[in-house]
């Protein structure tokens, strides 16, 4: 089992920036693909980003290509967003998933809790 904590999310304006954490425990992220989902009120949950085991494979959802940033340190068993020039669009509720397969759709087998990102206009 894999549990999974999101954090980093807040209120941000438009233009400005926020890192997300998402740290694990009960098992070791190392040999697993990590990904990013956010979910507005009202649709579905969507893909942001994805990143396989090795950091060798990285997709990004067009709507954030250029703007944000995945990135995994495995020694300390937590994957990262990096958020730039936020956009009103990109409030939602973040969420952090792994699994054995780096795929761009929510078939991930842990997911966390969500964070909640907010960007005022």
């Known amino acids: 089992q894999v549990q999974l904590v999101e954090s980093g999310g807040g209120l941000v304006q438009a233009g400005g920036s926020l890192r997300l954490s998402c740290a694990a425990s009960g098992r070791t992220l190392s040999m697993l693909s990590m990904a990013w989902f956010r979910q507005a009120p009202g649709k579905e949950r969507e893909f942001v980003a994805a990143?396989?085991?090795?950091?060798?494979?990285?997709y990004y959802a067009d709507s954030v290509k250029g703007r944000f940033t995945i990135s995994r340190e495995n020694a300390k068993n937590t994957v990262y967003l990096q958020m730039n020039s936020l956009k009103p669009e990109d409030t939602a509720v973040y969420y952090c998933?792994?699994?054995?397969?780096?795929?761009?759709?929510?078939?991930?087998?842990?997911w966390g809790q969500g964070t909640q990102v907010t960007v005022s206009s």
């Open positions: 990143i396989s085991w090795s950091g060798g494979s990285i």
């Open positions: 998933a792994a699994g054995n397969v780096l795929v761009v759709v929510a078939t991930y087998d842990y």
